[in-house]
Nanobody, 126 residues
């Protein structure tokens, strides 16, 4: 069974950067690997996803600021967060799903992902 452990969250000023990591174990090939976030009182929303071929997709709100990547040799999924805004404040989660969930708009729907980490908090001060 795949296990996911996120790290790298923290508190930064607006305009700052963070890099989130998700270490995974029990990984099998052809997964859709994704980052979601959830702010207090809001629904969990898809931020970025990457498929087994390395193709990426992003929510419109983070395009040009966030970058998803993966290191298959080290079993780590990353999310680089640049030009952070207070609206980016949320708990960030990594999640895995079968490869076909990377097709839009599936990857935006958290109910399509069954394997989740515990989350890492990102707080952006204005």
């Amino acid at each position: 069974q795949v296990q996911l452990v996120e790290s790298g969250g923290g508190s930064v000023q607006a305009g700052g950067s963070l890099r989130l990591s998700c270490v995974h174990s029990g990984y099998t090939s052809r997964n859709c690997m994704s980052w979601f976030r959830q702010a207090p009182g809001k629904e969990r929303e898809g931020v970025a996803a990457i498929d087994s071929d390395g193709d990426t997709r992003y929510a419109d709100s983070v395009k040009g600021r966030f970058t998803i990547s993966k290191d298959n040799a080290e079993n780590i999924l990353y999310l680089q967060l640049n030009s952070l805004e207070p609206a980016d404040t949320a708990m960030y989660y990594c999640a895995f799903a079968p490869w076909y969930r990377c097709y839009s708009p599936s990857w935006l729907n958290s109910s399509n992902f069954k394997t989740w980490g515990q989350g890492t908090q990102v707080t952006v001060a204005s």
